[in-house]
């Protein structure tokens, strides 16, 4: 009976132990695990501290660029708009320019007018050729070239053909008789010939031609 007794005792005391020890074990575990959370937690709040700092960084570069794009818009409509307003003066100064190298040839008009309205129109032919001499000059000085090209080949260009005449000892396609002369400026057709061209002759050998366009 005593003997039984302590069997008992000493079955209770090893399952007390091993309680002891399931407790610490458990009480382990639970530390562990509630370590390998905090570190997880710390990693994430630390992961969205960098992207937070990361926005607020590209957030700032695309300010900094807009700044940068307005800025540039700004001075770009600045450039362009005193470029234009440059070049309305240079175009008014031009066309005034122009206009005051034309009044002495108004001037001279004026005088013929006047002579032949006292004198007589005998010798209004004289003066009006000689008015005319002097306005071609003065639109010459200014870089008006006078289109006048009877007898040349026809160049679709600088000639506008009103008419066909035909020809068979001309080379064919060759201005017969200029109507309304032509103008250009800065190599630019301001207004072209106005021109009759023949047909039915001769085509115009190839040398002819190259040594026409040079």
């Given at each position: 009976m005593a003997e039984e007794e302590k069997n008992e005792q000493a079955a209770e005391a090893a399952e007390a132990?091993?309680?002891?020890?399931?407790?610490?074990?458990d009480a382990e575990?639970?530390?562990?695990?509630?370590?390998?959370?905090?570190?997880?937690a710390d990693e994430a709040v630390a992961g969205v501290v960098d992207e937070s700092e990361e926005l607020a960084k590209a957030k700032q570069e695309v300010a900094d660029w807009q700044n940068k794009?307005?800025?540039?818009?700004?001075?770009?409509?600045?450039?362009?708009?005193?470029t234009?307003?440059?070049r309305e003066v240079e175009k008014a100064r031009a066309n005034e320019k122009l206009v005051e190298s034309l009044l002495p040839v108004l001037d001279d008009f004026?005088?013929?007018?006047?002579?032949?309205?006292?004198?007589?129109?005998?010798?209004?032919?004289?003066?009006?050729?000689?008015?005319?001499?002097?306005?071609?000059?003065t639109l010459q000085t200014d870089g008006v070239e006078v289109i006048d090209p009877a007898g040349e080949p026809f160049d679709a260009l600088q000639h506008q053909a009103v008419a066909t005449v035909p020809d068979t000892e001309?080379?064919?396609e060759t201005v017969a008789a200029v109507y309304q002369k032509g103008y250009k400026m800065?190599?630019?057709?301001?207004?072209?010939?106005?021109v009759t061209v023949t047909t039915g002759g001769p085509k115009r050998p190839a040398e002819d031609a190259g040594e026409d366009d040079e």
């Amino acid at each position: 009976m005593a003997e039984e007794e302590k069997n008992e005792q000493a079955a209770e005391a090893a399952e007390a132990e091993a309680a002891n020890v399931e407790e610490t074990v458990d009480a382990e575990a639970a530390e562990d695990l509630e370590e390998a959370i905090g570190a997880e937690a710390d990693e994430a709040v630390a992961g969205v501290v960098d992207e937070s700092e990361e926005l607020a960084k590209a957030k700032q570069e695309v300010a900094d660029w807009q700044n940068k794009y307005l800025r540039l818009h700004a001075e770009w409509d600045t450039y362009r708009r005193r470029t234009n307003e440059q070049r309305e003066v240079e175009k008014a100064r031009a066309n005034e320019k122009l206009v005051e190298s034309l009044l002495p040839v108004l001037d001279d008009f004026e005088r013929t007018i006047d002579y032949a309205e006292k004198n007589g129109t005998d010798n209004l032919l004289g003066g009006v050729e000689a008015v005319y001499a002097k306005l071609v000059n003065t639109l010459q000085t200014d870089g008006v070239e006078v289109i006048d090209p009877a007898g040349e080949p026809f160049d679709a260009l600088q000639h506008q053909a009103v008419a066909t005449v035909p020809d068979t000892e001309a080379y064919d396609e060759t201005v017969a008789a200029v109507y309304q002369k032509g103008y250009k400026m800065g190599g630019k057709v301001i207004r072209p010939a106005m021109v009759t061209v023949t047909t039915g002759g001769p085509k115009r050998p190839a040398e002819d031609a190259g040594e026409d366009d040079e």
